[in-house]
């Protein structure tokens, strides 16, 4: 059986099926006695139903393939708005009905869909062309023949429409049209499928010994020969015919060997092809069926056919078998439906130098290839109709680029989208991109939202100015109440200096000294030893240091309350007092500390608060605690407070309670306002303000409870004297 192609606009089928057979034949004799048909050129999916068509195999491959296979090729150059056109007979519909299928499931997008209509004379061309025209495709896939699509054409030149490049489908990828010379600009850069070309051994010199003279004496032959050389055979010498047409007369000498014409070219055979391996295949079933082997046969009652009663549906059994070597490497085989495996050649048309359009194979399309050669393009070889020679862009939208997503338009296909930026702390990091996502806690988008970068670690290091100017105060801090106290002890038979006890004092200095330093621990990376260290280590201290000046506050209280007359307190009046103070108050917060390390322990974190950094600080394990800690230091501060308030003016040359209860105060305001202002920052800016309460407190203990005493001892040495106390003292009494 041989399919038919359409002439013209009014031939309504590309190709014709086998008569069905009717459901009586089929129950008296399923199949057996129908006769084997073999088509080189139907390709109608229709075809493929073997129940109907049981006997029918076919050289060409179905449609079906060809449509999946233009899909493909308009994915492959990533045009996703696109036009159909479909002559209105079987061949069109069905074909162009799974491309649009293909297409829509590969997420491009069907600007419109024409038919061709055969039954008009012009074919609904200027519809056709006028919808074109108001269309922003660029690419138009046509499933039609040659002859169906001229008026198309034509119609598109008068209306000088041809930055357009057009897919073919084999109907036409291969077609003349190109000859006609006034359609070469609007069929520049075609490409599309056509049916396999291969070559068939012996084709070319056979062709070439055909003579005049040879056994095949046809009038064709004559007419070609004549024709190709430009001559006139005389067969009778006797003839008066004229020679006024041709140069002369055809001595039978002439060669075949140098001439190149369609008649010699046998490197792009494609029907022909199809045909050869028809007779083929067949062959190569009677082959088989002839060197039929009787214990290996598989046919009824286990014999073998005769090849001169051949039956029908023994001759069909081995053409469902049968399998042929091809030149090239390809296989020839069917499937269960009768089909070959297919395989098309990819063509584009381009301009050849002599101005006219030749069609360049560009690729192939097998769908028996191995993983990732179903598909092959030589993208070097390719031609476009653009200036640049560049693959023609057909889309609705530009593509977003990165930092944006798409956002649909209400009422429009979902290949037409707005581009919308990424929001606050999302990217996107490939173009059309349907979301925007979140990056990972680590890291951040970067300015154009396109990528994750990792965020900086942020903590107060020793490098940046900010730690670098604390360390250096911290350690030049540490030093004054060491001078100082090398001062006292220079000076420890002076009147001031006893009567503030030595010992107390070099107490309080050196923790002074110790509360200074402990603020480096608050410097660098925080590592688990240093977690467990800066709190406990700051809050000890500054218990001893506070420790000691309550001790100093009851001491003069207690001394005063001893001087009068029938009291009893004398005893509490001596520094052992002082000191059972001291490591009673130390005592409770270093036990609490101990609790607070074995239950709780503070450890470095990743906090990731601040979007655009990475915070690494010390979790304190429990806050309760902390504030616990800190509740402690101002319990013991408020108290030394109240009661150097009270003793404020006890009659004292060195009135010792005032200068505690302006140090007391100014430690209590430091850390009221550390509060609040710790609460407000964050990261590296929480543990500096933490330090400078820490100086500022210790500055505020230096030089409200040390400096006037420095003064005295450095610059007014006569104050510092026994008989200057002695006369202070008669003046408080007389006062």
Same mark, same amino acid.
């Given at each position: 059986m041989w399919g038919v192609k359409g002439a013209s606009c009014q031939v309504k089928d590309r190709t014709r099926a086998p008569a069905e057979e009717s459901p009586q034949r089929r129950e008296k004799n399923p199949g057996q006695e129908k006769a084997v048909q073999i088509s080189h050129y139907s390709t109608s999916h229709l075809l493929s139903d073997h129940k109907k068509f049981p006997s029918f195999f076919r050289t060409v491959p179905s449609d079906a393939f060809q449509s999946l296979g233009l899909a493909k090729l308009v994915m492959y150059f990533g045009w996703n708005w696109v036009g159909l056109l479909a002559v209105d007979n079987d061949y069109g519909q069905q074909g162009i009905q799974m491309v649009r299928q293909e297409i829509i499931k590969g997420g491009a997008c069907v600007a419109f869909a024409e038919n061709i209509m055969m039954n008009q004379p012009n074919c609904n061309a200027p519809h056709i062309v006028k919808v074109i025209r108001e269309s922003t495709v660029q690419v138009i896939i046509v499933f039609s023949t040659d002859v169906e699509l001229i008026p198309i054409l034509v119609e598109m030149l008068r209306h000088n429409i041809t930055n357009k490049t057009f897919v073919a489908s084999e109907a036409w990828s291969t077609s003349s049209l190109h000859s006609i010379g006034q359609l070469s600009r609007l069929l520049t850069g075609t490409i599309g499928l056509a049916f396999y070309s291969g070559s068939i051994p012996g084709l070319s010199r056979f062709l070439k010994a055909v003579h005049p003279n040879s056994s095949m004496e046809m009038d064709w032959i004559n007419i070609f020969w004549e024709q190709t050389f430009n001559c006139k055979l005389i067969r009778d010498k006797n003839s008066t015919d004229a020679l006024d047409n041709y140069l002369n007369e055809c001595t039978g000498q002439e060669n075949l060997e140098n001439i190149k014409n369609s008649f010699t070219d046998v490197s792009n055979l494609r029907t022909t092809y199809n045909v050869y391996t028809a007779v083929l295949v067949v062959a190569k079933a009677l082959d088989d069926l002839n060197n039929c082997i009787l214990s290996k046969s598989t046919l009824t009652q286990n014999n073998c056919a005769d090849i001169y009663q051949l039956k029908p549906w023994q001759l069909l059994y081995y053409m469902k078998k049968a399998r042929v070597k091809l030149n090239g490497g390809r296989e020839l085989y069917f499937d269960q439906n009768g089909d070959p495996p297919a395989v098309y050649d990819i063509v584009n048309w381009q301009m050849s130098p002599d101005g006219g359009i030749q069609q360049v194979k560009v690729g192939s399309y097998d769908t028996a290839a191995a993983t990732g050669q179903l598909f092959i393009i030589n993208a070097s070889l390719l031609r476009w109709a653009t200036e640049d020679s560049q693959v023609p862009l057909s889309v609705c939208s530009e593509s977003c680029p990165l930092g944006f997503r798409k956002a649909p338009i209400k009422g429009q296909p979902v290949c037409c989208f707005e581009c919308v930026g990424c929001p606050q702390g999302e990217i996107s990091n490939h173009t059309d991109a349907v979301d925007c996502f979140k990056c990972p806690k680590d890291k951040w988008p970067n300015p154009q939202k396109s990528q994750c970068l990792q965020k900086p670690i942020d903590y107060l290091s020793f490098e940046e100015p900010l730690g670098t100017t604390l360390m250096i105060s911290s350690i030049a801090s540490s030093f004054i109440p060491s001078l100082i106290l090398r001062l006292f002890i220079k000076h420890k038979n002076s009147p001031i200096v006893k009567a503030n006890n030595l010992t107390l004092s070099c107490l309080l200095l050196t923790s002074l000294s110790f509360c200074f330093l402990c603020s480096l621990v608050f410097i660098g990376y925080p590592i688990p030893e240093k977690c467990l260290l800066r709190q406990v280590a700051f809050g000890l201290v500054f218990t001893l240091c506070i420790s000691c000046i309550l001790a100093k506050t009851m001491l003069v209280v207690f001394v005063f309350m001893a001087t009068r007359p029938g009291t009893s307190?004398?005893?509490?009046? @001596?520094? %052992? &007092?002082?000191?059972? +103070? #001291?490591?009673? /108050?130390?005592?409770?917060?270093? $036990?609490?500390?101990?609790?607070? !390390?074995?239950?709780?322990?503070?450890?470095?974190?990743? @906090?990731? %608060? &601040?979007?655009?950094? +990475? #915070?690494?600080? /010390?979790?304190?394990?429990?806050? $309760?605690?902390?504030?616990?800690? !800190?509740?402690?230091?101002?319990?013991?501060?408020?108290? @030394?407070?109240? &009661?150097?308030?009270?003793?404020?003016?006890?009659?004292?040359?060195?009135?010792?309670?005032?200068?505690?209860?302006?140090?007391?105060?100014a430690f209590l305001s430091v850390w009221i306002s550390y509060i609040p202002a710790s609460l407000s920052a964050q990261g590296k800016y929480t543990v500096a303000m933490e330090i400078f309460g820490i100086l500022a407190s210790s500055w505020a203990l230096v030089i409200c409870m040390f400096l006037p005493k420095c003064f005295i001892l450095l610059f007014r040495p006569q104050k510092n004297t026994r008989e200057y106390l002695m006369k202070s003292k008669c003046a408080l009494k007389t006062v």
């Open positions: 307190l004398k005893k509490w009046a @001596s520094p %052992q &007092v002082s000191y059972l +103070i #001291i490591a009673m /108050c130390f005592s409770i917060q270093l $036990i609490f500390c101990i609790t607070w !390390l074995s239950l709780t322990p503070p450890f470095p974190q990743y @906090s990731f %608060q &601040v979007q655009s950094i +990475i #915070i690494v600080e /010390c979790n304190e394990g429990s806050p $309760i605690a902390f504030w616990i800690m !800190l509740g402690y230091l101002f319990l013991l501060a408020a108290i @030394s407070f109240i &009661v150097a308030f009270l003793a404020r003016r006890l009659p004292d040359t060195f009135n010792e309670a005032q200068f505690i209860t302006f140090s007391m105060m």
